[in-house]
């Protein structure tokens, strides 16, 4: 997977915990749909605490496995790895 870091507009819900569950984002004008969560882990990087997700959608007729990140402080996700 290659590093993308960078920001994106997401759909997202929460659960009654407070637990976000990606839906769909906007990655370079396309909308990617979230088809399914593989791994989920909460991990504190740079001292700020992030939830990271594993998913896989299909992409222009390719599976492919990509990470966004969720910063809990600040509400931002951030297409990490694709």
Known sequence: MKIIAKPVEMVAWFDQAGKP????FRHEGSVVQVQRVVHTVEEKIAGKRMIIFR???????????FELNYEVQA??????KM
């Open 21 to 24: 569950h990606p839906v769909r």
């Open 75 to 80: 509400c931002k996700w951030m297409l990490w």
């Open 55 to 65: 998913c896989q959608s299909e992409i222009d007729g390719i599976l492919k496995v």
